[in-house]
């Protein structure tokens, strides 16, 4: 596996790779990697030739007041993990090398950022829009790999790249959880072991919601109810929002139908957590 810090050898690596007819699977990643990560990282091993990961905190992404500098880190690692998972090339740049000068270019998707993680982080998504542009401009056409519990994330992205005509297929994985249900996240190293006890009410809120409109609910208000009452069962968990929504616009809708995606966001202690799941509504019974 090579290690890499600068634009001009990752466009080398990649540019040589589609020359000589390899594709090229490229994996994100802010670091401090974890099983999650490591499933995209293998998906991508599984699908293409060259297999890049970038490990790049994106100070664009974070907004004043958040967590960029105490966000964890552990470059040495990382690599092991990533090679272990089989990537070829891991970009880990400096601030510098990604903006040289003040970024005066970004990238803004309007409408699907408006609402749940754009709500409560109004420059969160034009940070990850412009990150993300620069790394497909960067790494050049294939297929990147994104993970479902980012569910918002998924959807920008995947709107920027077809809006910008982007050559990169953006593909979606499930979420990697502990078997307590609680979604893999790097910012899970930050909950005390009572946060840590009390963190799977999110999923199992989750779970209820699915419960629900597997019986014939399809009242996204009476789903996201349910939803928050049993997350207001745990005192530590602090509740966001919990929001039944069409999956691919994230548009509330007056009766679910089609593909739904349940949403919860809840802080618990310091980190904001958030999880999500996908449910396929059938038509209403007889
Ligand atoms: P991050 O390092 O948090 O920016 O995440 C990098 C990529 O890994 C994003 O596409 C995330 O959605 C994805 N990811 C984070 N946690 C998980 C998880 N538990 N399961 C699957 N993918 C994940």
Redesign the pocket.
Known sequence: MDVVTTIAEVRAATDAARAAGRTVGFV????YLHE??V??MEAARGDCDLVVASIFVNPLQFGAGEDLAAYPRDLPRDLALAEAAGVDLVFAPSVEEMYPRPVLTTVTVDDITARFEGASRPTHFAGVATVVAKLFAIVGAGRAY??E??WQ?VCVVRRMAADLSLPVEVVA?P??REDDGL????RNVYLSAEERAAAPVLHRALRRGVELIEAGERDPAVVEAAMAELVATEPLVLLDYAAAVEADTLVSPAVLAGEVRLLIAARVGAPRLLDNVGVTVGAPAP
Do not use: I, Y
């Open positions: 994100p990643t802010m670091g999650g990560h499933s995209l994104f993970g519990k980012d994330q994985r979420t990697h979604a893999r996240s790097s």
